[in-house]
């Protein structure tokens, strides 16, 4: 069979509380569009087995594949699986090798195996296995190919649900889509999503294979290239030719990477790669750079230590930034800024220092220097700049702010290192 | 009337791509929770006529208020409040008022009136008007009191939905709502989901009045209870009967908060309320224990600066750990972890001082120390303590290690200012 189209139905009571935000959907109707799959409709209900199976009915009505997330927990109120199975007439059996997989996470996270978790275990009869490798519900496929319906349940949690998608679903969908679909992800940082596409109208609109499709996240544009052909090499070639032609616009100067994950993926390789190591004293970010840094396995090659320096006698002590400079310019300036990435680098015996100061809000701001201001400094062998950030003006939360400053301090990171690549090539030449 | 149940139906095809997060949906739920007004479905379509209308009409058929968010804006593809006129059989009229905003708002931002803009003056006849602060689409109630029903159409940027929702939506609703509701958090850590449930299962199949709602977040528990009544007094102490009996099981022991938001928000607040400073040493976190510390605005008050201390040089230098405990024990045991938060609350001259130092992953596990193997330490005045964890023995993600390791240094420093206040009421008693 094939699948025309798609839906998803969201369980979970925690949705129409607005507890929680639907990330899950948004992340699977991504996923789905670079299938080729279509999707019309989504659904969110509750954990109520009558309204679940209503939806269900309908949804089966109009799609070949109903994707459902959440309600697959071991608590009293998952039933998800429990109605797909009574919907699609089968009866729940034990998965053994389920069981062990849950028995040996038990085990491995030191919790207890109850009832419930045993639960989990039950699969409705015939059904195709999506393992669980960050929890304990399985994915689970209800597959009708004389009606040509698929009933995939996935995990609500999208530590769970995402990586479940990425790695066992999407390869199961694919023998029901049709040719070859390849992908490639513009990274860009330094330009505004509206910006991109005003620049790149022409090439979105003229662009049907590959298609071209920008979508801003965590205050990043990203291009997604999307070739769809007979076999992967006549799809490559169709992305490289159109992502040349982005290079060659204005956008080109602001892509920081192709397929490169994200800035600290980025920064990291690049350390690595140049045997640099960095250090961050943070003063707004609170820490948000190191712990960015960090996210990445490998990380111990590039950063020794980190500091946050909150406060003024901390700037003074471990930064040595002048008073003179907090007491004329004040801690949010340009020049308290560069004292401390020089500082920081001299502190941890760093190659490239960054650093950040500002205001995060929600207080502090005041009329000369308004919540969103920011510095943001970057001091390296033979390359030093600071940025002056002006993040929302006023009206951006604390949390998009020091996001934001961290962000610019990777990439100013990033600019330093290119920078030095640069030189030496000169050098060389 | 009274409204008994909404629905919400969110229009755009940008959100079936998944480009956007329905973020409308999650805020409006929570504000129609706050209400009292039940929410049994929402549904998410695409800029589409037909299936929009169908789905307006299948709410309709369910619920006494739909609220419809986006598809209101200026272009050809904006076709919500068509569509529901056309249902409604209302005709569409130029509301002068509304004309006039939107020229004034014109003049205001320096764009140039198009017959577009003029389109948005257009409202169902008869309708109620809500006044758009925020950009040029006003909001518009259709209301048919005969049947019953209530259709609300809202536009879609966050930016006006939002404060449309609370200032205009908010107040209008109230007319046709009944009692009130209270929901109180009950903040857990230490406990499993199901764990909870098992130990509580009894209770929450007895409560409907309360309810009884345990939902799992980041590695934590939280138990929603949530009362209905004529009054708030009634729905209190409805919820403080349900609390106690909560507080007197197994569970109790693991309750960190009532409505004390994440396990920063209830530490920072700790600190302030015992006029403490806290500082880490962070090994395997790299800066995420300061980063969520200082995701608290006001935190200021209570962390003057933290450190990240990845190589064990960094650890004998700042935070004096000695070289014979790391030759002897390693950098990853309890040894380590004490002297490192002994270190850094010495370093910043802080009363309490954290630390952790584990292997986070991929890499770096071995038999005898495995990937997630975590010492969490916590050094104050009179208290001191170490954790040994061992999250997922080598089935953790490195997001996942280092995120619960975070959270169980920030709970042990919760632990040690509950064991200072404690000490010193008996100082005094």
Redesign the interface.
């Known amino acids: 069979m094939l699948i025309s189209s798609a839906e998803i139905i969201s369980v979970g009571?925690?949705?129409?509380?607005?507890?929680?935000?639907?990330?899950d959907?948004?992340?699977?109707?991504?996923?789905?569009?670079a299938l080729g799959i279509a999707?019309?409709?989504?659904?969110?209900?509750?954990d109520?087995a009558g309204?679940l199976e209503a939806?269900l009915g309908e949804a089966l009505g109009r799609a070949d594949l109903v994707i459902l997330t959440g309600g697959l927990?071991?608590?009293?109120?998952d039933l998800t699986k429990e109605t797909a199975a009574k919907l699609m007439k089968r009866s729940l059996v034990v998965d053994e090798r389920t069981l062990g997989r849950i028995e040996a996470?038990a085990?491995?996270?030191?919790?207890?195996m109850?009832?419930?978790?045993k639960k989990q275990a039950l699969i409705p009869e015939g059904s195709f296995i999506l393992d669980n490798?960050?929890g304990t519900a399985p994915g689970i496929v209800i597959e009708d190919f004389e009606k040509g319906k698929l009933i995939m349940l996935l995990p609500g949690?999208p530590?769970e649900c995402e990586p479940m998608f990425h790695e066992k679903a999407e390869p199961y969908l694919r023998r029901f889509t049709s040719g070859v679909l390849v992908s490639h992800t513009l990274n860009i940082f330094g330009l505004g999503e509206s910006k991109v596409e005003s620049i790149l109208r022409e090439i979105m609109l003229a662009s049907e294979n590959p298609t071209l499709?920008p979508?801003a996240k965590d205050g990043e544009v990203q291009l997604r290239v999307t070739a769809s052909g007979i076999d992967t090499a006549e799809c490559e070639r169709l992305c490289s030719e159109l992502i040349e032609r982005i290079y060659s616009t204005e956008v080109g100067k602001y892509i920081y990477g192709i397929d490169a994950g994200t800035l600290e993926d980025a920064l990291v390789r690049e350390l690595i790669a140049q045997k640099k190591r960095i250090a961050a004293a943070?003063s707004c970010?609170?820490?948000?750079?190191?712990?960015r840094?960090?996210?990445v396995?490998?990380?111990?090659e590039v950063?020794?230590?980190?500091?946050?320096?909150?406060?003024n006698?901390?700037k003074e002590r471990?930064c040595n930034v002048s008073r003179e400079t907090l007491q004329k310019y004040g801690a949010v300036s340009r020049q308290t800024a560069i004292e401390m990435a020089r500082g920081v680098r001299e502190l941890?015996g760093a190659d490239i220092g960054v650093s950040t100061t500002g205001i995060?809000?929600?207080?502090g701001g005041t009329p000369e220097k308004p919540v969103g201001t920011v510095f943001v400094g970057v001091s390296a062998d033979g390359f030093e700049e600071v940025r002056e950030l002006h993040i929302g003006n006023g009206l951006a939360s604390?949390?998009k702010v020091?996001y934001i400053s961290a962000s610019n301090a990777l990439h100013l990171a990033l600019t330093a290192l290119a920078a030095i690549k640069n030189n030496s090539k000169e050098f060389l030449s």
Chains 1, 2 share one sequence.
């Open positions: 009571t925690e949705l129409l509380l607005g507890d929680v935000v639907n990330t959907a948004a992340f699977i109707s991504r996923r789905l569009a999707q019309y409709r989504q659904t969110v209900v509750g109520n309204r939806a927990g071991p608590t009293y109120d996470r085990r491995a996270f030191g919790f207890e109850t009832e419930n978790n490798d960050n949690p530590s499709a979508y943070e970010t609170g820490g948000y750079v190191a712990k840094i960090t996210n396995s490998g990380s111990s950063l020794d230590g980190s500091i946050v320096t909150y406060a006698r901390v471990f941890f995060a809000g929600p207080t604390r949390e020091r």
